[in-house]
């Protein structure tokens, strides 16, 4: 190799992350400071110290994470376009609809509906009212676990492409509904307008958007696309729950707070506990592959004794879990559901490491990859989920008489806390590595949903909002 | 924890039996198998619901299994010795291992690995080793460049046989797993500063013991009260009523309770309430007026759920509300008994009161009133509303001598259903059951009136004979022999009455199938009777509707038409109603009571200083990456200057190989080394 003085300077010049900035790395964070003031001119009235300060901080934030992972400034800025948009023309219109009699609630659902041909505006109806962003979201995600799984299984890169971007735009339309949801809220009442975090259906959305964005992350940080459908299975059970309650139990209607969530707490607990839920949830999805992987390079009779055992457990759940579920239900009924669960898992086990084998060694990813992204994702799950435990302590000890009640909810934040902190001793300090990780983040995941919405379900407590 | 660097020194410690224990306690198998105790011990404490009523769980597990979980503290498993047992060994194994890493760690962010000999660092993984052309001067000013540019901080030194040049960066990930590792240390210490070990002692000791009878505070033993300063931490719940004071708490301990006193009082000025239009409450806040005699201090502050009081070290929190004793005025309409005249009773919620009644002596207790009653409205309400007010409602529970009670949810307004108004009043004898409602029909003054002066009439006895033969005698007038039938038609219609008065419909129904006659028979005589008993009431009613001035020569209006029907289905089920009277609510003046929850916890501010060292530990430990590099510039055998690098790192190995790669390069192209 030639040595010129030129290159020799450039490999010792200090690089500075500030100089390296673009001029676009420049405009977006002015962008983003533009919008955090005028922000806070049109809205500081309603806002309390704290919320202020969490304004500032999250236009501080999203600078720094537009300026690391740049990917995200085209992200916030397709949010940012979409739901100006939505805001812009929601006024007038819902003012058009109230001047002809209709209630707020009624005039915001007309906009959106299907079956109202008179009202419905196009834009709200098929793009940006937060339930068409949704829907849309959900079937985007959906659609894009299909499409990465024919990427994985065919290695057809324009289909691994396309299920980018379909992941990208589900983000991006999940992002939307949320913050149009926020803006709906108060469009209803103004005493009814909050941060859309604040139950079930909600948070299933920003979990949904959460463990995407971390996808994305690793899947660009990786260069591979094979993860997606792994993870993207997560997503869509999560959005195949969502839409179960939005049809079933008509969760979407936005619902007024109960005093005890009127906090700016609520800002930062929640969105800190999905990131810690989210990255869980992918190194779970990752664990699994791993698994799947490793069983179809070689059989292993300990690995199906741990699958069966856990598909066992799963089915005792539902088997039990029927019972409270419905009066009618009998003991042959929900020996039969259960069965039935097993014969699913047994099914698409059975299938999945056939799958595996047909694909071939060379076309799915190292094991050592997928260790590190799940080492990776559950040190920052861990990082964010302490931070939320923490913030939960904090608020609860502003609402609840105590920063501890050992209340179920606190409970199961421990229990997933100690889970997590013992997968990472074992790793870090005893240098596990591997297929017993890997069955640790999947079993990790049981009591992550567990501590999710188990104990919404099971257990009753002071967390009773999440209540199906 | 050094998995991938050079070994430092080989521990030559001798093993003593102090050694022995202190691997037992710094063991990692241990802190894991805690972890796991831990998280079991408090799933359990989720599952079996805490601080129940002890007869609630002796009726759900039996007598043994009662005793057997109450010997293990599985009831309030939190405060258990044995849970404090479990954290102390979490934190001694902690503290254990801190105190054999922490030197290490200490010694590992300063040391830069000067002194490594050339083998050991030829031996690191992708150690590579290049002849180095140009003068050795200026290739260590460029690797030390190349390093800080990197951003390692570099140290060199010239050795005899050679010059080392040691950059290291991201060191402070070492002081993570201190500061992570004493947070886990100090969250538990203040956890158990809060705890009620405190209480526990106490009673250990003999100098307290919780109350489990007493109703009144004044009433509890002086065993059972605690001064100011007595306790170190306690969490207690007291409810005051609109205008009054208290200076006292009320600590739950198991099945029982304590007094904590405070050192000053608290007055509730006023408390509110919003509702969100679902009935929901929006938000509640009382304003309150600490008065300190100690200190000569008195103020005012407003508390709301989210915005507590903060005094002296102790937290007032709004936690609920109530009714703090609301003053109804009740009208006590008897049923059965037409001489009776209506009660006019004043009472306040939670009063009791013994009342005469048909049945005897029955006392009625209040128990609850609620100002508004918001349900979702129907789908296709016609005024397009999504949840309708139906105004006030008491609940109270009457109770005869044996103690068996009834209990009552009567609504002040009538409700509109189908289109009529009707007072409801729900009826159930088991707290665990849904209300069965009785429907009473408001007339056309929106009141009970008319309701029970029907039932009143249907009852006297020497009136409705009166009629029955008026009616009797102008139905039959034509009719041959009437003189004949007359009295027993009287008879039939009086004894129909009776019957209807006693057990409804059903009992006329009971009468009919005891008869022995043939099916047929039967429906024939129910059509018989029904007639006959209809006619009476008929005119019972008209006699009722005149009474109130109601114009006999028009025929009478569909409502009242309607309110005939409706109130003789009501009458028909009155036997199940199970109380001789029926309570309505006239008036009230509503007083509210704030639930307040009090509370100090010194060991909070521990518990945020422990969170806030782990949470940097835990960021620092972990996503920060100790990374090491090594040049080393000696001279071979035939005197050719030699470069040796090697680099490591503490984690993330995958990404420190790559890294590394590009630092290889980088020096390759800085130096002009060849490959």
């Given amino acids: ?468 | 924890m050094t998995e991938s660097e050079p070994a430092v020194q080989a521990s030559s410690i001798p093993i003593s039996r102090r050694s022995v224990v202190l691997d037992f306690l710094g063991s990692m198998n241990l802190a894991i198998t805690i972890f796991v105790i831990i998280a079991i011990a408090s799933a359990i404490g989720t599952v079996l619901k805490q601080n129940e009523p002890y007869t609630d769980y002796i009726i759900k597990f039996g007598p043994f299994w009662h005793e057997f979980f109450l010997t293990l503290n599985l009831y309030d498993i939190y405060s258990a010795s044995w849970f404090a047992v479990l954290l102390a060994f979490l934190m001694t194994s902690t503290s254990v291992c801190i105190y054999r890493n922490a030197p290490r760690m200490l010694q590992e962010m300063r040391n830069f690995r000067l002194n490594s000999k050339l083998k050991s660092i030829k031996l690191i993984e992708g150690a590579r080793t290049w002849r180095l052309n140009g003068d050795e001067e200026s290739a260590i000013k460029n690797i030390t460049l190349l390093f800080s540019v990197q951003g390692y901080k570099t140290k060199i030194k010239h050795h005899d046989d050679r010059v080392i040049v040691a950059g290291m960066r991201g060191r402070w990930n070492r002081l993570g797993y201190i500061l992570g590792h004493m947070g886990m240390i100090v969250v538990p210490l203040g956890f158990i500063m809060d705890s009620t070990m405190d209480i526990a002692f106490l009673e250990w000791s003999g100098k307290r013991s919780i109350d489990k009878t007493s109703i009144y505070v004044k009433d509890m033993p002086k065993e059972s009260q605690l001064q100011p300063d007595t306790l170190f931490s306690f969490r207690g719940n007291i409810s005051i009523s609109e205008g009054q004071k208290t200076n006292f708490t009320l600590l739950r301990v198991r099945d029982g309770s304590l007094v904590q006193y405070l050192p000053f009082a608290i007055e509730l000025k006023d408390f509110r309430v919003e509702h969100y239009d679902s009935g929901a409450p929006k938000s509640f806040e009382s304003d309150l007026i600490i008065i300190d005699k100690d200190k000569d201090v008195q103020f005012e502050q407003t508390i709301a759920v989210n915005k507590p009081l903060y005094y002296r070290g102790y937290t007032i929190y709004q936690a609920s509300f109530g009714d703090g004793g609301s003053k109804l005025k009740l009208k006590i309409w008897p049923f059965y008994d037409y001489k009776k005249r209506v009660l006019e009773v004043d009472t306040v919620v939670r009063g009791e009161r013994v009342l005469d009644t048909a049945q005897g002596q029955l006392t009625l207790e209040i128990i609850d009133f609620k100002k508004y009653n918001v349900r979702p409205a129907q789908v296709g309400d016609p005024k397009g509303k999504k949840f309708v007010n139906d105004g006030s409602s008491f609940v109270f529970k009457v109770r005869d001598k044996s103690g068996q009670a009834r209990e009552y949810n009567n609504y002040m307004s009538p409700v509109i259903q189908d289109g009529r108004y009707i007072f409801i009043s729900g009826m159930r004898t088991n707290p665990s059951d849904a209300y069965r409602y009785l429907h009473i029909p408001a007339d056309d003054n929106f009141t009970v009136n008319r309701f029970m002066n029907f039932h009143a009439q249907l009852n006297n006895s020497e009136r409705a004979q009166a009629i029955a033969i008026k009616t009797v005698s102008s139905a039959l007038e034509n009719a041959p022999g009437k003189d004949k039938y007359k009295g027993d038609v009287v008879k039939t219609m009086m004894d129909l009455l009776d019957r209807f008065n006693f057990g409804g419909f059903d009992a006329i129904k009971r009468h009919i199938n005891k008869a022995e006659i043939s099916n047929e028979e039967k429906n024939k005589m129910a059509e018989a009777y029904q007639k006959v008993l209809n006619t009476l009431m008929q005119a019972i009613y008209m006699d009722v509707l005149r009474q109130e001035g109601v114009d006999d020569k028009k025929p009478i209006s569909d409502a009242q038409q309607a309110f005939y029907f409706d109130a003789l289905a009501t009458l028909s089920g009155l036997h199940l109603y199970g109380t001789p009277f029926y309570a309505q609510l006239a008036d009230f003046t509503h007083v509210e009571s704030s639930g307040l929850s009090i509370a100090r916890l010194p060991g909070k501010n521990v518990f945020y200083f422990g969170s806030l060292m782990t949470i940097i530990g835990i960021f620092l430990l972990l996503y920060l990456n100790q990374q090491r590099l090594w040049a080393v510039i000696y001279k071979d055998e035939s005197g050719q200057p030699m470069l040796v690098f090697a680099g490591s790192g503490s984690r993330n190995t995958a990404d420190f190989k790559r890294h590394y790669q590009q630092v290889v390069e980088k020096l390759e192209r800085v130096l002009g080394l060849n490959k």
Wanted: glycine fraction near 8%.
């Fill in chain 1, 1 to 468: 190799m030639s040595v010129t003085n030129e290159v020799m300077h450039d490999d010792l010049k200090r690089e500075s992350f500030i100089k390296n900035l673009s001029i676009v790395d420049w405009a977006f964070a002015a962008f983003v400071a533009y919008g955090t003031v005028y922000t806070y001119h049109l809205y500081s009235y309603l806002m309390d110290g704290y919320e202020v300060g969490i304004l500032f901080g999250t236009g501080l934030s999203l600078i720094v994470l537009g300026w690391w992972w740049k990917p995200s400034r085209m992200l916030m800025a397709a949010i940012a376009f979409l739901s100006l948009i939505a805001v812009y023309l929601y006024e007038p219109a819902v003012m058009a609809l109230k001047e002809k009699g209709m209630s707020a609630p009624d005039a915001i659902s007309a906009l959106s509906s299907l079956s109202d041909k008179e009202n419905s505006k196009f834009l709200f109806k098929y793009f940006i009212s937060s339930t068409s962003a949704i829907m849309w979201m959900s079937a985007l995600y959906i659609m894009a676990t299909f499409v990465y799984f024919y990427h994985l299984a065919l290695q057809n890169v324009y289909a691994g492409k396309v299920a980018t971007a379909m992941t990208w735009t589900a983000t991006t339309m999940g992002f939307v509904g949320l913050m149009v949801r926020w803006r709906e809220s108060y469009l209803l009442s103004p005493d009814m307008g909050h941060i859309p975090v604040s139950n079930l259906y909600e948070v299933f959305i920003l979990f949904a958007i959460v463990t995407g964005l971390i996808y994305l992350f690793y899947e660009r940080k990786y260069k591979t696309k094979t993860m997606g459908g792994f993870v993207l299975l997560v997503i869509s059970a999560a959005v195949g729950f969502l839409l179960w309650y939005h049809f079933s139990k008509g969760a979407h209607e936005i619902a007024p707070l109960v005093p005890a969530l009127q906090s700016y707490w609520m800002k930062i607990h929640v969105p800190a506990n999905f990131i810690g839920y989210g990255a869980f949830a992918l190194a779970a999805m990752l664990g699994m592959f791993f698994l799947f992987i490793e069983q179809a390079r070689t059989p292993n009779i300990s690995n199906q004794v741990i699958a069966q055992l856990l598909i066992f457990m799963i089915a005792m759940l539902t088997f039990l879990a029927q019972f409270g579920a419905d009066s009618f239900s009998t003991v042959g009924l929900n020996f039969a559901y259960a069965l039935a669960v097993c014969a699913v898992f047994w099914v698409l086990g059975f299938g999945i490491v056939r799958a595996m084998r047909l694909i071939g060694d060379s076309n799915l990813p190292k094991l050592d990859m997928l260790d590190d992204v799940m080492h990776k994702s559950i040190a920052l799950g861990f990082g964010f989920f302490t931070i939320a435990t923490v913030l939960g302590a904090a608020w609860a000890a502003e609402a609840w008489g105590g920063y501890w009640s050992w209340d179920p909810k606190e409970v199961w934040a421990l229990i997933v806390w100690l889970n997590y902190a013992a997968w990472l001793h074992m790793r870090l300090m005893k240098g596990l590595r591997g297929t017993p990780l890997a069955w640790w983040a999947v079993v990790g995941l049981l009591i992550t949903t567990f501590a999710f919405i188990g104990v919404n379900i099971f257990l009753s407590g002071l967390h009773a909002y999440g209540e199906l």
